[in-house]
């Protein structure tokens, strides 16, 4: 199995800074053939289920707003929220799609310092 | 309208079989690249994939569980049902299905459109 490793397991930002959210893989996720890397991003509030925010590493889901960004290759990828929202604290996970079986990363809580 | 629904019984008993049905409008299984899977979240815990079906009915499930699995889909009646085997205290969680959209170069990829789930309890 692929592993995803989140880092760190959570972290305070202030509102209005950045929030950078690291996702490691076992093995690399990108796929030559078509140049891409195979992880997502999702958001979880408390009582609700993930949303998604981020696939293909850096596509932004429609309707997500513009300070959710994504980047990466390999086996490093990042999420960064360029201006913490009130609305942003939440869990972040990151799942790759490469291979059988799906995995998710442990997860990220974020908090408003 | 809410796009997937889950159901079934909040509470099994050890060693008994879950049934979770996955209701869905607003999009049909038939569509070519279409999949729903199911998804599963212990409480206070991170996400694990069980299973997934596609639109030709081909299917996948998570290997450490894979014995123990059976997902199916009706696309006339826009369902899909995923059977656990043997369920025990550690199964507990919220049961999530999600769909899984048309997405050239993957046979996994992400999902775009979840449930609110459903939480199962397995206890005697």
């Known amino acids: 199995d692929i592993v995803m490793t989140q880092s760190p397991d959570s972290l305070a930002v202030s509102l209005g800074e950045r929030a950078t959210i690291n996702c490691k893989s076992s093995?690399?996720?990108?796929?030559?053939?078509?140049?891409?890397?195979?992880v997502t991003w999702y958001q979880q509030k408390p009582g609700q289920p993930p949303k998604l925010l981020i696939y293909?590493?850096?596509t932004r889901e429609y309707g997500v707003p513009d300070r959710f960004s994504g980047s990466g290759s390999g086996t490093d990828f990042t999420l960064t929220i360029s201006s913490l929202q009130a609305e942003d604290a939440a869990v972040y996970y990151c799942?790759?799609?490469?291979?059988?079986?799906?995995?998710f990363g442990q997860g990220t809580r974020l908090e408003i310092k | 309208q809410v796009p997937l629904k889950e159901s079934g019984p909040a509470l099994v008993k050890p060693t008994q079989t879950l049934t979770l049905t996955c209701s869905f409008s607003?999009?049909?299984?038939?569509?070519?690249?279409?999949?729903v899977g199911w998804i599963r979240q212990p409480p206070g815990k991170a996400l694990e994939w069980l299973a997934l079906?596609?639109?030709?009915?081909?299917?996948r499930y998570n290997p450490s569980l894979e014995s123990r699995l059976t997902i199916t889909k009706d696309t006339s009646r826009s369902q899909v049902v995923l059977t656990m085997a043997n369920m025990a205290p550690v199964d507990t969680g919220t049961y999530f299905c999600?769909?899984?959209?048309?997405?050239?170069?993957?046979?996994?990829?992400?999902?775009?459109?979840w449930g609110q789930g459903t939480l199962v309890a397995v206890s005697s």
């Open positions: 079906i596609y639109w030709d009915d081909d299917k």
């Open positions: 999600a769909r899984k959209p048309s997405s050239e170069g993957s046979a996994y990829s992400w999902f775009d459109l």
């Open positions: 799942q790759q799609y490469y291979t059988n079986p799906i995995t």
């Open positions: 093995q690399s996720i990108f796929y030559s053939a078509y140049n891409k890397n195979y």
């Open positions: 607003g999009f049909s299984l038939s569509a070519t690249g279409m999949g």
């Open positions: 293909w590493a850096s």
